[in-house]
């Protein structure tokens, strides 16, 4: 239980504090319905932990591993201590995971369709 009234930059301190992470690293929480609150985003906000958590709601504490550049997209590594016990966990971070994977994918396919684009066009004038 945690208190969604602080800053959101205290509350993500508070939960690497408590999971023995180092302060470089990014964690992330998932509901039960598998999405991820995007925390690395707000990690610096001073906004209240209220404004993205739903009271009496559980969350599922994530740990991020950044992938390389090649391999894109990110892998979520559950914090809790006995993730057997809660295999719909585990079902959704393989789906989390992947779909992270697919979007960076998607991202990098863009930016390298609009590079080519501005390359064509700059060689066309």
Do not use: W
């Not at 295999?87 to 080519?116: A, M, Y």
């Amino acid at each position: 239980m945690v208190n969604l009234n602080c800053k959101l930059v205290n509350f993500i301190h508070h939960l690497k504090e408590k999971c023995g992470l180092d302060f470089k690293d990014y964690v992330e929480l998932m509901d039960s319905g598998g999405r991820v609150m995007n925390l690395e985003l707000l990690q610096h906000s001073v906004a209240p932990a209220s404004s993205v958590l739903a009271e009496r709601q559980r969350y599922v504490l994530l740990r991020v591993c950044k992938a390389d550049e090649e391999s894109g997209g990110c892998k979520y590594v559950s914090l809790l201590n006995n993730t057997k016990s809660h295999p719909e966990f585990t079902e959704l971070l393989k789906k989390v995971s992947n779909s992270s994977k697919e979007s960076e994918r998607k991202i990098r396919r863009g930016h390298t369709q609009r590079c080519k684009n501005n390359s064509s066009t700059d060689s066309n004038k």
